[in-house]
């Protein structure tokens, strides 16, 4: 079945600190790949998407690159900031149209 | 951008009683939407899926009679905790999805309490 796995939190890193927030995939097919955030008390934003091998998402220096070969999509940040303290989901949808399955989410802590 | 709302934000309510949340595209038609619950520090656990003008099609393990899902037209559906216990309580997060846009917008959540 399809199924996503996320490295566990929380993180907590320091302020300009790099992050990568690890995620793995199973699927048949060719899903589309997604990073959602969300912020305490709020719904889910999108952060980025990618939809077939070797995309790259990227917004707000956030990137995520769709590797078929190692089933992967991990988020990274090359300087976080103390707004960036938030939940983060990896999520993939099968095809078109179908249901977004999320991993557990990782809760990052970025401290000043 | 699309943006999809819902009310109340937050809501607080008597054991026994019923519970209506309102979820709204407000700048798109939405022909599916989704209804979401997340229990604290945990995943969102799809309830059911909703087509405008059709019956949700509701997840394994959740109670259609407990969870009333009416999505009555292009831009709104509602979820209705009927009969609310305080095991229910919980964050419901609706989101939309249209036939030109290939993703889902999330509603900015529910937060329902049951004493």
């Known amino acids: 079945g399809n199924s996503v796995t996320q490295m566990e939190g929380p993180v907590t890193l320091s302020e300009e600190a790099f992050l990568t927030i690890n995620c793995t995939y199973t699927a048949t097919g060719y899903p589309s790949l997604f990073w959602y955030v969300q912020y305490p008390g709020e719904g889910l934003q999108l952060l980025l998407k990618a939809t077939k091998a070797d995309d790259k998402g990227s917004n707000k220096g956030f990137e995520a690159t769709y590797r078929k070969e190692t089933t992967s999509f991990h988020l990274e940040k090359g300087s976080v900031q103390v707004s960036d303290s938030a939940v983060y989901f990896c999520a993939l949808r099968p095809n078109q149209g179908g249901k977004l399955i999320f991993g557990q989410g990782t809760e990052l802590s970025v401290k000043p | 951008g699309a943006v999809v709302s819902q009310h109340p934000s937050w809501v607080i309510c008597k054991s026994g009683t019923s519970v209506k949340i309102e979820c709204r595209s407000l700048d798109f038609q939405a022909t599916t939407m989704f209804w979401y619950r997340q229990f604290p520090k945990q995943s969102l656990m799809l309830m059911a899926t909703?087509?405008?003008?059709?019956?949700?099609?509701?997840e394994q393990g959740v109670e259609k009679d407990k969870f009333l899902i009416n999505h009555a037209s292009l831009t709104l559906s509602t979820l209705t905790v009927t009969s609310a216990h305080p095991e229910d309580s919980s964050f419901y997060i609706c989101s939309a999805r249209a036939s030109e846009y290939n993703e889902q917008f999330f509603g900015p959540g529910t937060r329902l309490t049951v004493l």
């Open positions: 909703s087509n405008e003008g059709s019956k949700a099609t509701y």
